[in-house]
Structures are given as C-alpha cells and as structure tokens.
C-alpha cells in the first residue's frame, strides 16, 4: 500500500473558504426564501467581466492557434518575451527599479507560486508569517513539512508569528530572533492595511542583516492610490538582494477564472546549501519551473499582455475604480453603523471589528441569518485576527449599495 504524506494529516478542519460555503450552504437549503437575498461579500473573487482589450487578444491569440501558419505549441518555459518585457518595462523600470525579463517568470497565479516557492527552499528554514495573514502561507508550509503540529489556539510549532494590531497599523515589525523567510502581503489581505516606505525599508535592512529573504506578495498593487505607498518590495534600496516577488492579473485584470500572474526573482538573490555554498536562487528556481510546468496557455498570456496597451490601462483603471467605489461604500456605511473600520482605501478589504462580546465566527452567523451577507470571519485568518471580520469590495456596484442598506439595521 502506497504511503501519504502524513503533513497533511496536521492541516486543521478545513480550509477558511470551503468551510464558508458549507455554512452558506446550510443556511441556504434550511432557508429557501433568504437564500435568494444572499450577498456574498467574502471570498476575494472578482465580479465584472474581463476588459474588452484582454477578450480580443485572447480571441485573436484562438484565431493565431487555428491556422498551420501562426500556430503555436511549447512555448518558453518563462513565458511569452514579449509579455515579460513589458512587465519589466512598465511595471518596474518605469518606475526606476532594473528588472530584466529573464528575471520574470509567467505563471498562473501569486497563489500557486507562494507555495511552489518551497520546492526549493529546504525545511531548515525558520518560517515568519504575520498573523492575521492569508491562510495559503500557513497551509502550504504544513503540507511542506516545515512545521509541527497545532496548538489549541491553531498555531503551528516551528512558525514565528508576527502579530498585526491595531496598535502598530497591522503591519508586522521585524522578530528579536532570526528568521530566515518571511511571507509579507501589501496590500494587505485580509486587513487591507499598507506598508510604508520605511517600513518596508526595515524589513529589507533586517532581511539582509539576518540573510534572509523577504517572500513579497504584491497581488493587490494596482489598489494602491496614496503616491507615498510602494508599489513594489523592489522600490527599496538592497531588496533585489533579499526578496522575491509575487504578482498576479486576478484583482487587476480580472482573471480569477482565467489565471495567470508571475513571480520576480532576482539573479542577486543568494541561498545557502547544506555544504555551506551560497548558490543562486534563480537557477534553482528556472529548473524547478522548466521540470514541473510548461509556463500558462498562449491566448491567457496574450489576454494578460494587453493589460499593458494604452487601452488595457484604461479599462483595468475602471475596473479598480469600480471596486474602491464599493470599498469605499461598504466602509462608510460600516462606520455608520458604529463599527470600528480598517482598510478600505488602498486596498479592496474592510477590516471590521466585531461588536464586543462576539467572536468572528459569531458575527459571521449574525451578518447571514440577519442580513443574509457573507463575510469572512477574522480568526480564520489566524489568532490575532479573532474579534474582526473582512468584508471583500468585489462586488457589483448594486449589490454593494444593497449590502450599506442592510448594514444600517445592525
């Protein structure tokens, strides 16, 4: 009989989302009349369709796969030259950061790369995470053996959690112990907070003092309004020395369903091997991509590149409007009904917390069986997020105005 991988027998119950839509599930079948007037304003999913720029190049990308002529098969195993070029060029030299395209990988999401990251680093590793953080982070290290088991509170052993507070504006401050990989996520889900630019700033100097490496999740720095605010790890002087980035097309183009991002991983980033040689991680990861993937599908890649013509930025500028509009409806009417409110306005989550006495899982039950909208409880994102729910903005604009309504009766 074949072995499992017996980390996976230390995951807890279920992931956060799929244990949300069981209970919506429940509620649903036991309440066939408040069904129909469910909003769900939890999982992160985008809601409006894919820009018009991004449709064409995709059915012309279909067109070109059709004809003997322009047809395509393996393409690089980085992904298409083109599409890499323009993301170095537009997306980091035009903002004064040297990134070459070779640095670039296309991928189908920041998600997938957040745990694929660890083929390569080794279990030695001392893990930092901030809490409350995106459950994916946690998970992935699990199922990769690079922890112990759970505690009651849920923490694993063999994780260095990073508290994020009110109190210090839930950006995470660097352990008094080395750690030597740390997963930071700004804009932040699920509290939506940012990161400023000295901040960030300790982060690297503390990266490079300890040899570590900052794992950057940027997924949301199209969201970013404040001109104060990085939009990238790399903006800080020393990064390309310690970080790695992950970017994705999901809440900027809208490809949720579609699926394509990339990763940046800088030839300057150096790893230590178990003999003691510092080796380079961008070799090790480019024979980590050309074994196990074939990059992401031609017309997705097509589809993703056209978010950089003049007409693409416009429609992805709409699409970003639309969802902060929301956002910022959500939080004033949040606010208005006399909830202490977070986020919200350079990135597309409320962070809302609870009123006293109720836990996060408490509030979700209320908000469905009173108002029938789905949030997202804090504590499924660790345990300093207990005592906070996430309301996601990625929503159509009536059912966003709908969801102000309700709020009120609380």
């Given at each position: 009989?074949?072995?499992?991988n017996?980390?996976?027998?230390?995951?807890?119950?279920?992931?956060?989302?799929?244990?949300?839509?069981?209970?919506?599930?429940?509620?649903?079948?036991?309440n066939?009349?408040?069904?129909?007037?469910?909003?769900?304003?939890?999982?992160?999913?985008?809601?409006?369709?894919?820009?018009?720029?991004?449709?064409?190049?995709?059915?012309?990308a279909?067109?070109?796969?059709?004809?003997?002529?322009?047809?395509?098969?393996?393409?690089?195993?980085?992904?298409?030259?083109?599409?890499?070029e323009?993301?170095?060029?537009?997306?980091?030299?035009?903002?004064?950061?040297?990134?070459?395209p070779?640095?670039?990988?296309?991928?189908?999401?920041?998600?997938?790369?957040?745990?694929?990251?660890?083929?390569?680093?080794?279990?030695?590793?001392?893990?930092?995470?901030?809490d409350?953080?995106?459950?994916?982070?946690?998970d992935?290290?699990?199922?990769?053996?690079?922890?112990?088991?759970?505690?009651?509170?849920?923490?694993y052993?063999?994780?260095?959690?990073?508290?994020?507070?009110?109190?210090?504006?839930?950006?995470?401050?660097?352990?008094?112990?080395?750690?030597?990989?740390?997963?930071l996520?700004?804009?932040?889900?699920?509290?939506?907070?940012?990161?400023?630019?000295?901040?960030?700033?300790?982060?690297?100097?503390?990266?490079?003092?300890?040899?570590?490496?900052?794992?950057?999740?940027?997924?949301?720095?199209?969201?970013?309004?404040?001109?104060?605010?990085?939009?990238?790890?790399?903006?800080?002087?020393?990064?390309r020395?310690?970080?790695?980035?992950?970017?994705?097309?999901?809440?900027?183009?809208?490809?949720?369903?579609?699926?394509?991002?990339?990763?940046?991983?800088?030839?300057?980033?150096?790893v230590?091997?178990?003999?003691?040689?510092?080796?380079?991680?961008?070799?090790?990861?480019?024979?980590?991509?050309?074994?196990?993937?074939?990059?992401v599908?031609?017309?997705?890649?097509?589809?993703?590149?056209a978010?950089?013509?003049?007409?693409?930025?416009?429609?992805?500028?709409?699409?970003?409007?639309?969802?902060?509009?929301?956002?910022?409806?959500?939080?004033e009417?949040?606010?208005?009904?006399?909830?202490?409110?977070?986020?919200?306005?350079?990135?597309?989550?409320?962070?809302?917390?609870?009123?006293?006495?109720?836990?996060?899982?408490?509030?979700?039950?209320?908000?469905?069986?009173?108002?029938?909208?789905?949030?997202?409880?804090?504590?499924?994102?660790?345990?300093?997020?207990?005592?906070?729910?996430?309301?996601?903005?990625?929503?159509?604009?009536?059912n966003?105005?709908?969801?102000?309504?309700?709020?009120?009766?609380?």
């Amino acid at each position: 009989m074949a072995y499992l991988n017996d980390n996976y027998l230390k995951l807890q119950a279920g992931y956060l989302f799929p244990e949300i839509a069981r209970r919506v599930r429940e509620f649903c079948e036991a309440n066939p009349d408040a069904a129909k007037r469910v909003i769900r304003c939890g999982i992160g999913d985008v809601t409006e369709p894919l820009p018009p720029a991004v449709i064409a190049a995709m059915h012309r990308a279909v067109e070109e796969l059709s004809v003997r002529e322009t047809f395509r098969g393996y393409g690089h195993e980085q992904g298409l030259e083109s599409l890499r070029e323009k993301i170095a060029q537009q997306d980091y030299r035009e903002r004064g950061i040297e990134i070459a395209p070779d640095e670039i990988f296309i991928s189908e999401g920041s998600k997938s790369d957040c745990g694929y990251i660890l083929d390569v680093l080794g279990s030695r590793n001392r893990i930092a995470i901030s809490d409350p953080v995106y459950p994916a982070y946690v998970d992935t290290n699990v199922m990769a053996g690079h922890t112990g088991r759970a505690d009651e509170s849920g923490r694993y052993e063999g994780i260095t959690y990073l508290p994020c507070r009110p109190e210090n504006h839930f950006v995470p401050e660097p352990p008094d112990e080395p750690v030597d990989i740390i997963y930071l996520c700004f804009p932040n889900n699920p509290t939506g907070a940012v990161a400023t630019r000295e901040q960030l700033a300790n982060w690297v100097e503390y990266a490079r003092a300890n040899e570590a490496i900052l794992l950057f999740d940027a997924a949301y720095e199209a969201y970013v309004s404040d001109p104060k605010i990085p939009h990238s790890i790399f903006e800080i002087e020393g990064a390309r020395e310690c970080a790695v980035e992950f970017r994705s097309f999901s809440k900027n183009g809208g490809f949720t369903g579609v699926r394509c991002g990339f990763t940046v991983m800088p030839k300057a980033l150096l790893v230590r091997a178990g003999d003691g040689r510092k080796l380079p991680l961008h070799s090790l990861w480019h024979r980590r991509w050309s074994t196990k993937a074939n990059s992401v599908s031609y017309p997705v890649q097509r589809g993703a590149e056209a978010i950089y013509t003049a007409e693409g930025k416009e429609q992805v500028r709409h699409l970003i409007d639309h969802y902060m509009g929301n956002a910022r409806i959500l939080r004033e009417a949040a606010e208005q009904a006399g909830l202490q409110v977070y986020g919200g306005v350079n990135a597309p989550y409320i962070w809302v917390q609870t009123p006293a006495g109720l836990t996060s899982w408490q509030m979700f039950d209320r908000m469905l069986h009173e108002l029938n909208v789905v949030v997202t409880p804090g504590s499924g994102f660790g345990a300093c997020g207990e005592g906070f729910f996430r309301i996601s903005a990625f929503n159509s604009r009536e059912n966003a105005e709908e969801v102000a309504r309700r709020l009120a009766k609380l």
